[in-house]
Structures are given as C-alpha cells and as structure tokens.
C-alpha cells in the first residue's frame, strides 16, 4: 500500500545568482515537506533566503538566477520536469503567491475590478458580466464592505490593507492548493495585520489549502504555523512542529532568533543582540553559523553538519546533536 | 478608459497656445525684417528702377514702423485672413496656398509618424524581450546609428538607393493623397521613410529603456504568478506602463517631425508648406512665411495637446 504523497516535497533546492563573474549561492540545499492542510513557517534573518526560496518553488525568478533540484513533487508530479508552458498553467490555480508589498502587486493603469475579472476568468470560463456577481462577493469574504467602489478603484486610490485584501481576493479566486505568502503582512500597521492574517488561515481552512508562510515575526509563526522551518544563510537549520522548534529550539541559531525576538517583545533595556554580520561571507566549509556562534566548538569550522533527529519530526542541523 | 478634462485645464491650455502663437509670430517677423534682402528685388529682378520699388513698398507698406506692420498683420490673423503673397503670382490669397498644401504636409508627417511608431514597436519589444542577446545589440546598434543621421543625408542615401539604383521608388514628384491615396502612399514612402528613420531610432530606444524598466516590477512578477499567458503579461502588464514615457517621447519628437517635412518636401519636390516657406523665405515674402510659420506652430501645439490627452488617459494617476 502506497500512502499518498505529501502535497509538496522539496529535496535539496539550490538556488544561485549570476553577479558579475561571480555566482551568488542565496539558497544551498534546501529540503522541506508540506502535508495537506498544513501551513509551514519560514523564518529567519533578513537574507537568508526565504523570498528567493518561494521563488524558486514558483519559477518567478529573472533570468540571471539558476534553480536546481533533486526534486520537487506536487503532489507526487515532478515539477522540474514541466517546461515553461505546462507550469505556467500550474501557477495561480495550484500554487500561488501573495507578496509583501501589496501596492506594488498591482498594475497602476488598471482597475480592481479588471484585476478580479481576469483572476477569475483564469480559473473558468465566466461569461459575459458574471464575474461581477462573483467578484463583488469575493471581495466580501475578504471583509471589504463596499465592493462596487473597490473594483472601480484604481491601486492608487486604496490603502495598503485594502490591497492586500483585494489581492488575496484574487488568489482566493484561483482556489489554489498551496499558497505562498512572503511576508505578506511586514508593511501594513499592527491592527490591519491581525485582520489580513485572519483572513489568510479561515480561506486556508475553507479552501483546504497549504500554506508556505514566510515571515520573521516569531509572535505571527506561533499563531498561524503548525511546522516551523529556521533558515540560515540559504539553508535550513532547524525544522519541526511550531510548538517545538519555538519552546524548545534545537539548534543555537534559532534559539538566538527566539532570544532576540522575546526581548523585543519584552521592550527589555538589555537587548540580546546577534553577534556579526547577518549575510557576511559564508565559510566554504564547517557550519555557516559557526563564527557567530555561542556554542561553537573546534569542529564546527570544518565539518558540515547534516539535519539530526533532536525530536518527534523535529531535526536541527548542529554537531551538539550526535547521530 | 478615457477620463474627462476638467474645463479649467482645457481653456488654460488654450490661453498658453495663444500666447505661443503670438510670441513666435512676432518671433519670426521680427527676425525676418531684421536680415537682408528686399521683397521688391526678389519680385522685380536686380534691375528694378527705384521708382519701381518705391511703388512696391508702398502697395505693400512696407515703409511703415515696424510695430504698426506688426500690429496689422495680427489683427487681420487674428480674424483668419492671412492677406495676399507677395511673391506667387503677384498676390495670392495665402489662406488658398496654405489650404492646398497642408493635406500634402500633414499626410507625409502622419505617415512618418506611422511608420516610427510601427517600426519601433517592433524593435522596442525584441530588443527588450532578448534583452543582451544579439538581436537586442544588432536592433540598438541600428538605432543609434538611426539617431545620428540626418534626414536630408538619409533622403539623398534613399533616393541613390531605393529610387536611382533599384527603381522601386520614384525619386521626385508627389502624388497628393486628396487624388490618390495608394499613389500617394507610393509616392510618399521614401520621403516619409527618411523622417521616420531618425524617430524610429528614438521611440526604439525610449520604448526598450521603458520596457526594460517595467519588466522587472512587482505587478509583472504578480501576474506571473497567476499563470496569466506570457503574451498577456507582455501587453497589458508591461508594454501597457511602458507606453506612458513612450507617448511623451513622441509627443516631444513631433517638432522634429515638422522640421524634417520642410527639408524632405524640398529634396523630393513634394507641394507642401515646409517647401512653400522654404521659397517663400527666399523670397522674402513676408506675410506668407508669417503664415507658414504660424501653421507649422498651430499643428505642433495640436498634436502636442491630443498627446497629453493621451497621457492622461494612459495614466490613471493624473488627474
Ligand atoms: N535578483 C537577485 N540577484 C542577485 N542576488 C539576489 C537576488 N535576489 C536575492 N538575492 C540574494 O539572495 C539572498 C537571499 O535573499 P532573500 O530575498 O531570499 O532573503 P530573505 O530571507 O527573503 O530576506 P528578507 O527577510 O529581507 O525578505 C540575499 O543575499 C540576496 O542578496
Ligand atoms: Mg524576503
């Protein structure tokens, strides 16, 4: 009996930059799974490749970066064997996205409304005016009280939260099974972030979708996250239940980021700061944290750690951990 | 969408055309009586008795202060009567030559405007589409090259090539579109040909920075990400918010456009009112440059107007 294959499986993502003469590693070999129904936390410094990662996954990239991997399932359909076409044809009504900054995801020259016709006539073949119907009821489930306004509205006459709205209205429409959302609540003001999440984990819920939740706010992970994946300088260093990885965090790394994120929260006068330079120079070998790290040991600097089993469905990439 | 303008930014837009319109009329008398040459001579020949070019000044006032002519021709203008030639056939209605001529004039800018925008559609896109790759560096080689020629060089290079040495099209001579418009098209090629290619080469080249800009903004990357068709994106993601700086280039261009028909009309022999001012200018025949001139200003102010239209309507944040 075969079980049925997670809805996503990424295994070993490697993603460089063409710069100059130089290639620019931003995410090296990254492996994560999401099941069903499940939202999966991203979290980490600034840098440390999470958007490039979603892009990756959605093949949204500009032409100068390089994506490989060993794979990546859809539900059990290799993704990197599908060319431009076949793909495109995925995007939106199986894998989706929302970005951070919801002014800019708009075309300036065009309405809400010509944005929500096409976002529906994407996933069927609506006639005639009856996208309006829909349109207006979609922009309902993402509590905008006057429909009729904000699809006559340019993005230049609405606020950043209403966009946001509008735009998971959008996503919404293709009822796509995994969604990625990159941050998609850093530029909004604390009470229109609350509401935006809101809305994110009840259309989850409603369209049984997944979520890919990329974020650096550990108070907004713990909320809306069941697995917790910590990445560092392209790399994920700690992966498991929300729960875990945030009350009990294996590898020191996120333990440091949990410890900075507490004392913010807390306004404490002493500030556990990070020691170094977040995306300094990555070692070529060891562990990419070791020169920052407060537990590093003689090995660290030249041995790679591999993911270690620290708990139930919970793995750290650290030599504290013995295998 | 076309938005409505408000009345108040139409008739403020009015009262600055006015205001150029007088100012480069007065430009061009005052410069024109300030240079050599006499109309009586260039009417009557070297040889003309002097009794013979009082009498010429006199019919024409042209003994009178300077301001007082000034102040006579544009209040007749003002009134649409342009008054009579000087030179062509020893006093013709100037409102009849202009009326005959202009549809010439405006048919070869209209169609060198055409075949600037088609050209550099085409070229904008492949060269910003294959952005680095050969055919963006051989189609931004050509522009350049486009831009840095002069069009009565370019004309002499058409008229060698295309006319003389392959026959396809006729050197000199026009067919005027009110009696033919297929001759007309025939005709005008070349002539229209040697405007657009330094505009072409322009647009070409705003059209790609334009593009390039736009293709790697957010809301392109968005509708990506819906699975929108590439051809799709293209248009109304990209190339539709590259337009905006596109439309205002061309609307900076179209003075070149009037110039460049004033030398080509002369090269090609084309009736048209850059040709006429051109002799007329020779001629010294004062009231008809006055009146070319104010033609050639009316249009690039028109034209100039229907383009902000065009912007604003392109651009919902004006307004
Ligand atoms: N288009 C690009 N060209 C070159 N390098 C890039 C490009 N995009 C990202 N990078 C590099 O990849 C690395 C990872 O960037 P990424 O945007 O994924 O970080 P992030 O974790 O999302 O950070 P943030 O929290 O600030 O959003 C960075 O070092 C960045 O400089
Ligand atoms: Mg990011």
């Known amino acids: ?323 | 969408m076309a938005r409505a303008i408000s009345i108040g930014r139409v008739s403020s837009r009015l009262g600055g055309v006015a205001l150029l319109a007088l100012l480069g009329s007065a430009t061009v008398f005052f410069v024109m009586r300030a240079g050599q040459g006499d109309p009586a001579i260039a009417v009557l020949g070297d040889q003309a008795t002097p009794e013979a070019i009082a009498a010429f000044h006199k019919k024409w006032m042209l003994d009178d202060p300077l301001v007082i002519q000034f102040w006579r021709w544009l209040s007749s203008a003002v009134m649409g009567d342009f008054g009579l030639s000087m030179t062509v056939a020893g006093g013709t209605p100037i409102m009849g030559l202009i009326g005959s001529r202009l549809p010439n004039t405006l048919f070869i800018g209209a169609y060198a405007l055409v075949i600037a925008v088609s050209v550099s559609l085409f070229a904008g896109t492949i060269s910003a589409l294959r952005h680095g790759k050969f055919t963006d560096t051989a189609a931004t080689s050509i522009a350049v090259l486009g831009i840095s020629m002069p069009d009565f060089w370019l004309s002499y290079v058409l008229v060698y090539g295309l006319a003389l040495g392959l026959g396809v099209f006729p050197s000199y001579g026009f067919t005027p579109p009110a009696q033919s418009l297929t001759g007309a098209l025939y005709s005008g090629f070349l002539p229209a040909l040697a405007i657009a290619a330094p505009m072409a080469a322009a647009f070409t080249r705003i059209l790609r920075t334009a593009l390039l800009e736009t293709l790697y903004r957010d809301h392109v990357r968005v509708a990506r990400s819906l699975g929108y068709r590439d051809a799709f994106v293209f248009i109304h993601f990209v190339l539709r918010n590259a337009l905006i700086p596109y439309v205002t280039v061309i609307g900076l261009q179209i003075r070149y456009l009037l110039g460049g028909t004033v030398v080509v009309e002369r090269i090609f022999g084309i009736p048209g009112v850059g040709a006429l001012m051109v002799d007329a200018a020779f001629g010294r025949d004062y009231p008809l440059v006055q009146a070319c001139a104010l033609t050639f200003l009316l249009s690039v102010l028109l034209v100039n107007f229907v383009v902000d239209l065009i912007c604003a309507a392109l651009n919902p944040r004006q307004n």
């Open chain 1, 1 to 323: 009996m075969n079980a049925s294959p997670p809805l996503l499986e990424v295994m070993n993502l490697r993603t460089s930059f063409a710069v100059g003469q130089r290639r620019v590693k931003a995410v090296r070999g990254v492996s994560f799974t999401i099941g069903d129904e499940e939202v999966l936390g991203l979290i980490g410094e600034s840098g440390s490749g999470k958007t490039v990662t979603g892009m990756s996954l959605l093949r949204l990239l500009p032409d100068h970066a390089a994506i490989e991997a060993d794979a990546i399932r859809f539900r059990g359909d290799e993704l990197t064997a599908h060319d431009e076409e076949s793909f495109r044809k995925l995007r939106g009504v199986q894998l989706a996205m929302i970005f951070q900054d919801p002014v800019g995801s708009f075309n300036p020259a065009k309405t809400i409304g010509w944005h929500l016709e096409h976002a529906i006539l994407r996933r069927s073949e609506t006639d005639g005016k009856a996208w309006r119907a829909e349109a207006e009821s979609l922009l309902q489930d993402v509590g905008i009280r006057a429909p009729e306004r904000v699809l006559s509205s340019y993005p230049h006459q609405l606020s950043g939260g209403m966009l946001q709205r509008a735009l998971i209205a959008m996503v919404i429409a293709l009822r796509p099974a995994l969604i990625i959302a990159d941050e998609p609540t850093t530029n909004l003001d604390n009470l229109v972030e609350r509401q935006i999440l809101e809305l994110i984990r009840v259309h989850q819920r409603r369209l049984k979708a997944s979520v890919l939740f990329v974020t650096h706010d550990l108070a907004i992970a713990e909320d809306i996250c069941d697995r917790i994946a910590v990445m560092y300088a392209g790399e994920i260093v700690e992966i498991g239940p929300a729960d875990a990885v945030l009350r009990n965090p294996q590898h020191p790394y996120a333990a440091c980021l949990l410890q900075t994120s507490i004392s913010l929260a807390q306004r404490q006068e002493y500030l556990f700061e990070l020691a170094g330079e977040p995306g300094g120079k990555i070692p070529d070998e060891g562990c990419a944290f070791a020169g920052r790290c407060p537990k590093v040991m003689p090995q660290c600097r030249t041995i790679h750690p591999d993911m270690r089993a620290v708990g139930p469905d919970h793995q750290a990439r650290c030599l504290l951990h013995g295998d």
